[in-house]
């Protein structure tokens, strides 16, 4: 495992952005894909986007594919989500999730993430 935290959640109105950051704060250096769900008050936890090691291959939600985008630093270990034209669904947990890459399985499912932040708050109001 990887210890992750996030950073960068907030409130913010309609329309306006923020960029969330994951750091991998220790732990054994690995080659690692990364990826971003997030939960909302009473629903699923839900995939957003994900990075793969090999390649840099990046992956989208349809909800917020066009909007967000996901880069890493790898020589600093850390992963971002710049999230731009954020809606009031946009409001949730969201999390940083790290597995050991994997260059031909899907990222969408949360069980194939070994490693995972304590997550930040999304506030998006309307």
């Known amino acids: 495992q990887v210890p992750l935290v996030e950073s960068g959640g907030g409130l913010v109105q309609a329309g306006g952005s923020l960029k969330l950051a994951c750091a991998e704060t220790?732990?054994?250096?690995?080659?690692?894909?990364m990826a971003w769900f997030r939960q909302a008050p009473g629903k699923d936890q839900e995939f957003v986007s994900a990075i793969k090691w090999t390649g840099g291959t990046t992956y989208y939600a349809d909800s917020v594919k066009g909007r967000f985008t996901i880069s890493r630093d790898i020589a600093e270990r850390m992963v971002y989500l710049q999230m731009t034209q954020l809606k009031p669904e946009d409001t949730a947990v969201y999390y940083c999730?790290?597995?050991?890459?994997?260059?031909?399985?899907?990222?969408?499912?949360?069980?194939?993430?070994?490693?995972w932040g304590q997550g930040t708050q999304v506030t998006v109001s309307s």
């Open positions: 999730a790290a597995r050991r890459e994997r260059p031909y399985a899907g990222v969408e499912y949360s069980g194939g993430y070994d490693s």
């Open positions: 220790g732990g054994t250096l690995r080659m690692n894909d």
